[in-house]
């Protein structure tokens, strides 16, 4: 199966890719499959994303796929945030072969384990609000 154009776009011109001069959390995750490791750092304010962004070394299809999740996540709330999973970006993507399934579970992870930085930050304990990461 060849990679769709959505994931193709995402990837030749990634969304919100860089750094954060003094994020409100910052996660980083590898992936045990193939040792890629991803950053993302979020802004939050009021209980809203208002900024991320992400850098990953690693394969196209986690490129693609952490640049969609950034779009999607951008705007909402914590919440809702949470709720994004590898699935629905994948969906948003028209799809992703599936040997490159375990590269959109990067993304999902990165984001919840910047939030539970974030929760972290406040002295708050972020493991009943995210999950194990
Ligand atoms: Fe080769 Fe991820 S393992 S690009
Ligand atoms: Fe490692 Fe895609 S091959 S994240």
Do not use: W
Not at 85 to 113: F, R, W
């Amino acid at each position: 199966m060849a990679y769709s154009e959505k994931v193709m776009d995402h990837f030749a011109n990634p969304r919100n890719v860089g750094e954060m001069e003094n994020p409100s959390g910052v996660g980083e995750v590898g992936n045990p499959k193939c040792g890629d490791i991803m950053r993302m750092y979020v802004r939050i304010e009021d209980g809203v994303i208002t900024d991320v962004k992400f850098k990953t070394f690693g394969c196209g299809a986690a490129i693609a796929t952490s640049s969609m999740a950034t779009e999607m996540i951008k705007g909402k709330t914590i919440e809702e945030a949470l709720k994004l999973t590898n699935k629905a970006v994948m969906e948003a993507l028209d799809g992703l072969p599936p040997v490159k399934v375990h590269c959109s579970v990067l993304a999902e992870q990165a984001i919840k384990a910047a939030i539970a930085d974030y929760y972290k930050r406040q002295g708050i304990d972020p493991t009943p609000l995210v999950g194990e990461i």
